[in-house]
């Protein structure tokens, strides 16, 4: 696996080594009832192919290398469970990491079956809802686990505080405007303790394939 990260200038480079990879996803979550987030975050599982140093992350590594592609709250929660299990985890955010995200900006509320909601019902609400644009076995996956991975946050140390059918994050929101933002700082706090790396302001612009395996991914940090 190489990852490059092109800098403005005269075309420098930094390459950080090569890897066989594979390629994984987080589930985000849904938004007031009305839609099934379906933009997920690219976790990629690296795995060392020889012994070779990495440029710019210090000494020969043996373990397993994470990547996360996007400093959201569905990111964010991969990269500190990844940490959390003994990988090397590095986030790409396109800004500082966790404000220049859909999560930051939302509502800072989550539907969930909790307080007296059952999966089931939780499930047939946001298909109605959805209008039919939602798919409805990501959907099953987001009513049956959803309770668990945000009481899993809370344990952490997030601020949730959780109602019937819901789940309010709003009480560390800095303004209106960002409900989630208060959100996704504590979850950035929580990463950095877990040993999480960030790449800032960069954006991931391609990931290469290469025998219908992930063999690079390229990134520009354009500020």
């Known amino acids: 696996m190489k990852v490059s990260v092109k800098y403005p200038g ?11 990879a594979y390629r994984g996803f987080f589930i985000s979550e849904s938004w007031a009832m009305l839609f099934l987030i379906s933009s997920l975050p690219s976790v990629i599982i690296l795995t060392l192919k020889t012994n070779s140093k990495i440029i710019g992350w210090g000494d020969q590594m043996a373990q397993k290398k994470v990547i996360v592609v996007g400093a959201g ?11 959390m299990a003994g990988a090397d985890v590095t986030v790409i955010s ?24 059952s999966p089931k019902e939780h499930f047939a609400k946001t298909i109605e809802v959805g209008k039919g644009i ?7 996956i987001l009513s049956e686990t959803s309770e668990e991975s945000l009481k899993r946050l809370s344990e952490l140390g997030v601020k949730i505080e959780f109602t019937r059918g819901s789940a309010n994050t709003r009480s560390t929101a800095p303004n209106e405007l960002m409900g989630g933002a208060g959100f996704v700082v504590q979850l950035v706090e929580i990463a950095k303790r877990s040993n999480v790396k960030f790449i800032e302001w960069t954006v991931v612009t391609s990931l290469d394939l290469t025998k219908e395996k992930i063999s690079g991914v390229s990134a520009v940090a354009w500020r």
């Open 73 to 83: 709250g569905a990111g964010l929660t991969a990269a500190i469970e990844a940490a």
């Open 134 to 140: 939602n798919d409805p076995s990501l959907v099953k």
């Open 94 to 117: 396109k800004t500082s990491a966790g404000l220049g995200t859909c999560t930051a900006y939302g509502a800072g509320f989550f539907t969930l079956p909790v307080c007296g909601v």
């Open 10 to 20: 005269p075309g420098f480079n930094r390459r950080f080594g090569i890897f066989d």
